[in-house]
């Protein structure tokens, strides 16, 4: 169990917000979109998700939030550089992520299990990436921008080959062994770690 604080509850705290399927997010991101109304039925009041998505600047930075949703911080990596700035979205602390742009009819859900919780500058760099890449095939793009989903895939493409060259470089530092046997172990224990398989991200574009 990745959360520490469930563990000391059993497995079961509430502090740690909702869980659900691509498909059911995928409704509420359409429920969005539709400014509350969903398949013909008003959900919400047009003035609440008005008021949900109202950009406020919070604190002394230029942090903009809605209520409830994150539209531009440090946290905004879902967005890309290809949404717009009327986009907001959320993300959780295992990976997962929900990013919709109202002005593009467009939104990215990213589904994952993150185990590696130090590396999130390439976390990050996947958000970006996935919704580069949908906004890129699925968005309504300004005309002129020069953006092709085939350009955005060879772009995102490159970074992974070079973001997978540094860290198998990173791999093989951390796990040359040192002299004698207790160098050896050490290199068998991590060498093990590094070859692991993790979890496949489950991505859904809307």
Not at 15 to 26: E, Q
Not at 70 to 86: E, H, I, Q, V, W
Request: glycine share 12%; net charge positive; proline share 5%.
């Amino acid at each position: 169990m990745q959360d520490a604080n469930a563990r000391r509850l059993g497995g079961v705290a509430g502090h740690a917000g909702l869980f659900s399927s691509a498909l059911d997010l995928s409704k509420y991101a359409r429920l969005m979109l539709g400014h509350g109304a969903l398949d013909g039925e008003r959900i919400l009041s047009e003035r609440v998700v008005t008021q949900m998505t109202a950009p406020h600047i919070c604190g002394p930075t230029p942090v903009k939030r809605g209520l409830g949703w994150d539209m531009d911080s440090p946290f905004s990596a879902p967005k890309g550089t290809l949404f717009s700035k009327r986009s907001f979205g959320h993300t959780g602390y295992s990976g997962s992520s929900i990013w919709i742009d109202p002005q593009t009819d467009l939104f990215v859900i990213l589904l994952t299990n993150r185990r590696n919780y130090r590396d999130i500058a390439s976390f990050n760099k996947l958000r970006g990436d996935v919704s580069i890449v949908a906004a890129a095939q699925f968005g309504k793009l300004a005309a002129g921008s020069g953006v092709t989903a085939q350009g955005a895939l060879s772009r995102v493409g490159a970074n992974l080959r070079n973001g997978e060259k540094q860290k198998s470089m990173v791999a093989l530092r951390r796990t040359k062994p040192s002299p004698g046997r207790q160098g050896r172990k050490h290199h068998r224990r991590h060498g093990r770690v590094v070859a692991s398989p993790g979890p496949s991200p489950a991505y859904f574009f809307g």
